[in-house]
């Protein structure tokens, strides 16, 4: 069984910059592709960026490349998304998931473990 924490949530003002950790514990964390999802208030839960267990696959969604990052430290068990140039509709609960499988998925029900979310507010 996977258990999965994300920290690093904050208030944020446009354009400014956070980056979010999600560590992971009891599994073999290399052998697990990670996401990050958000889900805003009153909208569903939708793909941010995944990336890969052999890092050799990377994806994000539109709204968000050139501004987020994903990278993971295997070493560390840990996963970031590094945000930049933060915009409102960034605002949203980020969850971070793990998936037993090698390769990108891009829908929720591909993840087979979720953490409890981490708040990002953005603040125009």
């Known amino acids: 069984q996977v258990q999965l924490v994300e920290s690093g949530g904050a208030l944020v003002q446009a354009g400014g910059s956070l980056r979010i950790s999600c560590a992971a514990s009891?599994?073999?964390?290399?052998?697990?592709?990670m996401g990050w999802f958000r889900q805003a208030p009153g909208k569903e839960r939708e793909f941010v960026a995944a990336?890969?267990?052999?890092?050799?696959?990377?994806a994000y969604t539109d709204s968000v490349k050139g501004r987020f990052t994903i990278s993971r430290d295997n070493a560390k068990n840990t996963v970031y998304l590094q945000m930049n140039s933060l915009k409102p509709e960034d605002t949203a609960l980020y969850y971070c998931?793990?998936?037993?499988?090698?390769?990108?998925?891009?829908?929720?029900?591909?993840?087979?473990?979720w953490g409890q979310g981490t708040q990002v507010t953005v603040s125009s």
């Open positions: 990336i890969s267990r052999s890092v050799g696959s990377i």
């Open positions: 009891g599994g073999t964390f290399s052998s697990y592709t």
């Open positions: 998931a793990a998936r037993f499988r090698n390769g990108i998925a891009f829908t929720r029900s591909q993840y087979a473990y």
